[in-house]
DNA sequence: CTGTTAGCGCGTTCAG
DNA sequence: CTGAACGCGCTAACAG
């Protein structure tokens, strides 16, 4: 690694002076900058970011907690991520917890000794359910900004990004019975989750309120290790429904399949729905009529937040640092020729 | 942020005796031992991890470079990466650089500045293409080791982790042979890179191995702006082929769907296989056979050789210096009811 | 115009 | 047993 210290030496001048040279000082003569700046072209010298940081206190890092890399939905809040990110300067530490809330908190441990000046954070499913946010609470107090997305709670004070699931699949029955459907399925693998109950809640009152009733039977619920096609297959031949929200994008393209192999034309005998991106929609013939979730505007959204709070502290714009926002990111449904 | 100072301080001890007291040094006495370690308990005190890598000179992070996040392979070469960076106690930084080549070169100035032990990357398509490596060549000589996957090229001397794209699909081809099917289709949208015409390589001298022959009409182009529904349907319709191998995974599924669509029955009449990996191929009924790229393992094996290179760097570890691996992973045809 | 000094947070001498 | 001093690479305040 080349350092001032190095070309100092060489250059037979001190440190300081190369330090200024390097920064078109008016102190130092034009030949002694030109002189030095030949040299650290020649070497490529690169300020060290380490030193740049422990002495600035600040990393120009963002630090983002994930429950699942895997996950579509994350992948594009990342990107989502990483493009804002990179136009505000800053660099991206990934931590991959995979639905564990030991990870979790040892993510946040590592993210307060320093190493990134912002936290960006969906917890992840065990936190949820032990209901316990003391970790969050305690990195809080280290006054370090966190923005919140997706997974988020109450019990928390901080800036929070979230799509509305409620209304989201509320319109969309309402959407699908301005269609003429009537009798509308609701199909979800992510029951035990905050945003998969929001969606059934969802669903559940808009059956209510445009259907003025509510069939238990209608919604399919399907625990990970049940093989989907299967279930699918029975739900749709017991209950007939003439459309198919689906909770999340897999369980969509497969009703349409399944749909076809039981000689079901979509979208004329039934609609179908799901909550997913444009991309995988393509797999299914009809292409799925999606509920995109804005992953990346998600993630866009979070990074602009995090960045108004280390601004506000590092510089003081004096955002009031007591209240909060929640960004309500509104679902759209787009393309596809299922519905 | 709390530091050994502000502990020092509060104790009424210097910044040195914490510290050691922190670490069970025999030369502090048990109850400033047990003071110390309170009040740090007390505040969470946590080494600051920026103070302690420019001390060492080493960050405990990897950089890794990829050309697309949003690609299902590199995710789960990510997600690779991820778990056993976290195993090996090393942070990840990752950057997008969305196949650009000048953010390959920023992103590696980046990375060449104190910031990470060690690199891992897939280059951009850009980078192939204008067969242009003098960034990676100036960053190796600043000896920090680098790993590359995928996106591979020879005119650079490092480890390197690659499939056996020529391999795969030509064992596939002996493989549809042996089945008994005789016109074999080839499908790829990725026509440009270098995976994609090792494996339109290996395709041809298969077809000559295996029939004697080979018929260009049977390998199909689609170019990105290119509809894959109406390109497939109309490949299907012309050259009639009793298999289907798509060198990515989309057009595999979405050639099961058009094959239903004309009543075309898989696999019976049809054989489909594609690159890519098993979540994915759930999308269509009957279920895609894939053949498998294992990402998950490019990543893993990635990190194994950066840590190698990195440990032989800092403990002399003496591996032979000039001396690269190039892994190839074996691709692995499995699941599915479309073969 | 250039050099010296101090300090960011830490661990490791070395001196008391 | 404890503290002062040093250095990692850098910038900034202060001296010359």
Redesign the interface.
Known sequence: ?ITLKKLAKELKVSISTVSKALRDSPEISVETIEKVKYLANKY?Y??????L??KS?R?L?IGVIIPD??NRFY??V??GI??SA?QFGY??????TKESMLKEVDSL??F????VDGVIIAMSEETLNKNDYSHLK?FIM?ETPIVMFDRVTDKINCDKVIIDDFDAIYNEVKSLKDLGRKKIGFISTINELNVGKYRANGFRKASFDFFGKFDENLILRISKNRD??IEIEKFLKKNKPDAIISADI?CG??SI??A??LNIEVPKELSVVGFGDK??S????PKLTTIYQHGTEIGNRSVELLVDRMNSKWFGLNKNLNSYTTDIIPTLTIGGESK
Chains 1, 2 share one sequence.
């Open positions: 690694m490529n690169r300020p060290n970011k380490i030193a940081s422990l206190n990393t890092t890399i895997l992948s594009k990342l990107n990483h493009d990179d660099d991206v530490i990934t931590i991959n441990q590592i307060s000794s320093g190493t305690e280290k989907k096609h897999v393209v497969i399949n399944i076809k192999n991309t995988i393509e797999y299914s013939s």
